[in-house]
């Protein structure tokens, strides 16, 4: 399944008025979950490739709805934020702090930043990303744990600019 054919889902599903999808094949699974009024979030999981020609759409049987639990969302912080700038994420996919466990943030509060610094990766559909900043400051705040799921336009970070 290619991205667009992703895209065409989740256009689909947004356009149905669904809530909640899952997909699931011997070599995909998608799960789309729409939140509020807002635009439909997606997470795919693809295992190793299989030697097997793909599954054509019209032979996938919608799998029924398991209990997962939504992302506990981190609490906004309680100061006055109307000079600050978040570093939003431009994807959905798996928010990770540092390129592994073994190494060190790449920011933690109270660093400064510059414009183009690598502050954070966000891992979609077994693709790492990483994401760098727009704008020159102080970090003041991260908005998002460690390997946890982010929407898009999802604030990251909270920068108080130079």
């Known amino acids: 399944m290619t991205t667009q054919d992703i895209q065409q889902l989740i256009d689909f599903i947004s356009q149905s008025g669904l809530d909640e999808v899952n997909i699931e094949t011997n070599d995909l699974k998608i799960s789309v979950k729409r939140y509020g009024s807002g635009a439909p979030a997606a997470t795919a999981s693809v295992p190793a490739p299989v030697a097997s020609a793909a599954v054509p759409a019209a032979q996938t049987q919608p799998v029924a709805p398991t209990a997962v639990s939504a992302p506990t969302p981190v609490a906004a912080p309680k100061a006055d934020t109307s000079n600050y700038v978040t570093i939003k994420s431009p994807m959905i996919g798996t928010f990770y702090r540092s390129s592994n466990p073994e190494t060190p943030a ?24 990483e994401i760098e900043s727009e704008v020159s400051g102080r970090i003041v705040k991260v908005l998002v744990e460690n390997a946890t799921p982010v929407e898009y336009d999802q604030p990251l970070f909270l920068v108080e600019p130079i």
Not at 106 to 129: H, P, Q, R, Y
């Open 106 to 129: 790449f920011i933690e509060v109270g660093d400064t930043i510059s414009e183009g610094k690598v502050v954070c990766i966000i891992e979609a559909m077994k693709l790492f990303n």
